[in-house]
């Protein structure tokens, strides 16, 4: 009967004897008419449940993924979630204006030293013009316009989003 079903001989005693799957006649003998009506049926119902256990995975997968896609834009909408090009903005806006307060310091520093009767002076003057620069730089968060951003990260350990 294995071979008539296509089976080896362990599955087939495996069918007959622990899962009940084929019967066997009062004979002990199999009837290859109705062995292969109840070895098809079992087929069929396993081929099912796999198939119905891919699709449902597949639905799951593709429902989170969605979930994520809603998530990621509320996120964006109620501004949690700062946007690659918001920081790429950001940060040359700061690195201009940081350039624009080094250009200006520039001649105010050369001026400070050339008109220094010593090289202490020269360089006291260059001190007090550097710490003029710093707090200029250091004031440049105050007019709003800076903000902290941090890395947060997510479930995996990955750090790819940035959150104000």
Known sequence: MANFLGIKRVR??????????VERDADGLYRPEIATAQWLRYERQNTKTSRRSELEQERVRLTRAKADAAERRLAQLDRSLVSTYDIVDLVK???LRIRNRLLTATPRLARACYQSPSAREATLAARREVDVLLAELAALDE??????????????????????
């Open 12 to 21: 087939l005693k495996w069918a007959t004897l622990q899962q009940g799957i």
């Open 93 to 95: 806006m700061v690195c």
């Open 143 to 164: 007019d709003g316009t800076g903000r902290e951003l941090k890395v947060v990260e997510d479930a995996n350990g990955e750090s790819n989003q940035l959150y104000q």
